[in-house]
C-alpha cells in the first residue's frame, strides 16, 4: 500500500498571494478539501476549508453581499495557511501516513518525491479508499471476526476452514488493540460461501475461539456475540 498508488494526483495548488476569494473559487469548483500553496515555486504551506471557513466572517456580520467579496479579496492566502507543513515521501506507506494524520489531527499531506518536489496529496478520503479495496467491504461477502489465542497455525486453521466450504478470502485483519495477553482480534473477509456452508462456520468458529460478530453481507444477515 504505496503512498505513491494511492495519492491524488495531479496537485490543485494556489500561489501565496492570491486572495480567500480564489481559495474560496477553488474549493466550491473542485472535489477537494485542502490546497497547497507556493511561493516562488516551493511548498510553503497549506489551507484547507477548515481555514477559510474560520477567516470567514460570521453569520452576524453587517457586511452586505457586496463588502463580502472585497473584503475576501483584500486578505491573502498566506494570511490563513499552516505553516509549516507536514510532508511524506511517496516511497511509504498508506498505513504510515493515517499515524501520522491521526497523532497530528490533519486530515492530508502533500506527498514529496525523491526531489522533494510534490508529486501529489494524500486525504482522508485516499485513505478510506485504500481501506474499502484491501478489506473487499464494498463487495458483498461474509465476515467473521473472532478473539483468538495469539499461536502459530490458528489462522491458517480458519483459513483452511473457510476454503472447506468453498470461500475464497479477501482479507485478514488483526489487531493487539485492548484485549489480553496472549490473545488477539482476527477479522476475516471472504467471497462465494453458501448460507449453510457459513452456518457451519459460525458454529465451528464459536467452539475455536470466541466470535464478535458474523455477517454474510450477501443476505443482509448479522449476528452478535
Not at 456452508?197 to 444477515?221: H, M, N, P, W
Request: aromatic residues 8%.
Amino acid at each position: 500500500m504505496l503512498i505513491k498508488e494511492w495519492m491524488s494526483k495531479p496537485v490543485i495548488t494556489i500561489n501565496h498571494d492570491e486572495s480567500l476569494n480564489d481559495a474560496a473559487k477553488l474549493f466550491r469548483t473542485r472535489v477537494i478539501s485542502m490546497v497547497p500553496v507556493i511561493q516562488e515555486g516551493v511548498l510553503a504551506g497549506i489551507v484547507t476549508d477548515g481555514d477559510l471557513k474560520k477567516a470567514m466572517p460570521s453569520d452576524a456580520t453587517t457586511l452586505d453581499r457586496f463588502e463580502l467579496p472585497a473584503l475576501l479579496d483584500s486578505i491573502k492566502v498566506s494570511a490563513v495557511m499552516t505553516k509549516p507543513v507536514i510532508t511524506i515521501p511517496q516511497d511509504h506507506t498508506v498505513d504510515e501516513a493515517a499515524v501520522i494524520m491521526l497523532k497530528k489531527g490533519i486530515s492530508g499531506m502533500p506527498v514529496m518525491d525523491h526531489s522533494n518536489k510534490m508529486a501529489g496529496i494524500l486525504t482522508k478520503s485516499d485513505i478510506f479508499r485504500c481501506f474499502v479495496s484491501f478489506t473487499g467491504v464494498a463487495t458483498t461477502g461474509q465476515i467473521f471476526a473472532t478473539r483468538l489465542q495469539d499461536r502459530p497455525g490458528l489462522i491458517k486453521k480458519f483459513t483452511d476452514m473457510v476454503r472447506a466450504k468453498g470461500g475464497r478470502l479477501c482479507s485478514i485483519l488483526t489487531s493487539y488493540d485492548d484485549i489480553e495477553d496472549g490473545y488477539r482480534k482476527v477479522y476475516f473477509h471472504a467471497f462465494d460461501i453458501d448460507p449453510d456452508g457459513f452456518s457451519s462456520l459460525v458454529e465451528t468458529f464459536s467452539e475455536i475461539g470466541q466470535l464478535y460478530y458474523a455477517a454474510d453481507l450477501s443476505r443482509g444477515y448479522r449476528k452478535l456475540f
